[in-house]
């Protein structure tokens, strides 16, 4: 069975409502732009690319200025208390009309489509009840580490303040991102209790419920630890920001664009750039603008929707 065929049976959650505290900042974290684009417009595309039907965001009391990015087509649901994310995952089910749901996260804008097609084309092979992305890295501090039985089933998820000595060696990570029944996911998250340090609702308890039951909780593991990247500060973006920059700048100079100098230029992927065109270096180019054919530009130049700006020294 193929994704497309089962492209049009879930719906969409993407958590967005968090405080963003280690920002520090009172710009929300989604709303940062990454190379001309909100950060989580990466994942909302994603999700359109996936030809997801039911997209719903939870988002906080931002809510009218996420929904004048994004527009209309989709759904808004409103956490005003950032209790956790299996609270905001509630918030968001309520909207879901389809029997099955892909549960996503605003600040994780790396992931790719072929990642989640794989991961929905094994849970329906497999007959899963429930899917959990997971993923190794090099250095898993801090992440719930998943726990296997010896023929590679899904025991439990632990905590990295809960693991022992031996846990903590592990590097396979749960990365949040689920796919399932709905209806269970929705049983599940009714009986999450915030019984932790941080009186929270934690998304991560479903687990631990479902495979009580006997539901058949599968991991999917993936190894390209850049896919799964949150950003939870400015260090975070801008190591993000950079990944995006090379791979698009690697497309633009295999269509024949010439940067003499990636380091010192900036160029949004909000830009359309014609053949054979030159980027001098210590070129910035930004928002609603087209270079058009055989064009040099710079250095030293800075231009932002077809206009050219002062750079300050």
Known sequence: MTSKSNSRSFSTIILAAGVSKRM?????????????????????ELAKSLNCPEIIVVTGKNVKVVKRILGNDLKYAIQETPLGTGDATKKGIVYATRPELLILYGDVPLLKKETVNK????????????????CEIDNPAGYGRIIRDKGGKLLRIVE????????????????????GARNLISDALALV?????????????IIHYLIEKN???IPFKIENEEEI????????????REIVKKKWFEELMLKGVYIEDPSSTNIDLTVKIGNSVHIRPYT?????????????IGPFVWIKDGKKRRMKP
């Open 284 to 296: 910035f180019i930004e928002g609603d603008t087209t270079i058009p054919d055989n064009s040099v």
């Open 229 to 240: 990247l949150g950003v939870n500060t400015k260090l975070d973006l801008a190591r993000v």
């Open 24 to 44: 520090h900042s009172s710009i929300p974290k989604i709303l940062y732009k990454i190379l001309g684009k909100p950060m989580i417009q990466y994942v909302v």
């Open 160 to 179: 990295h303040v809960d693991a022992s000595v031996e846990q903590l060696k592990i590097k396979e990570i749960n990365t949040g991102i689920y796919f």
């Open 215 to 217: 539901k058949k909780v």
């Open 119 to 134: 991961m929905i084309e094994n849970h329906h092979r497999k007959s899963a009840d429930l899917s959990v992305l997971t």
């Open 193 to 205: 209790r915030n019984e932790n340090q941080q009186k929270e609702f934690y998304l991560t308890d």
